[in-house]
């Protein structure tokens, strides 16, 4: 499903071709552990939630605080997603889901939900905001068992 603002499907396949080279480019900034790469993806006011809930704002925070995780507690860590969607709402702007986690080796599995959204601007795409989130899989089978119309 494209939404209801992008023009044809045809537009909405290059849309999603050029959103998922932002996030390679991602990946690739993170597993070279290059912080100022990885920063330059995110708009001028992009919020960068954690996985923990902190928040930063803009290039320079996230910059600021990938250069430090990059020297010690994520240093030599890769990047792994796996793109679970991306919908095109409007020719502008597209959203990206993906499973993913930060390891040195790749993880059996992928313990986090990334959300992307990307927008078009006029340096290229760029990420608008983003969103990490810790999945709770233990609560999710629970929740599912007792009310099964949960299930994804």
Known sequence: ???IHAATEFEARA???EVLAVVDRLV??????DAAAY???????APYVTFMGTTYLGPAGIERSHAAL???FLKGTRMYARVVSVSVPHPDVAVVVAE???AAKPPRRMPKVKTFT???TAAGWRVAAFQNTQRKRLLERFGIAFTPEMRP
Do not use: C, H, Y
Not at 28 to 33: E, F, Y
């Open 1 to 3: 499903m494209t939404g």
């Open 15 to 17: 849309v999603r071709a």
């Open 100 to 102: 993913g986690d930060v």
């Open 70 to 72: 990059f020297r010690r």
């Open 118 to 120: 990307v927008v078009r």
């Open 39 to 45: 920063a330059a993806e995110f708009t001028a006011d």
């Open 28 to 33: 690739d900034a993170w597993d070279r552990g």
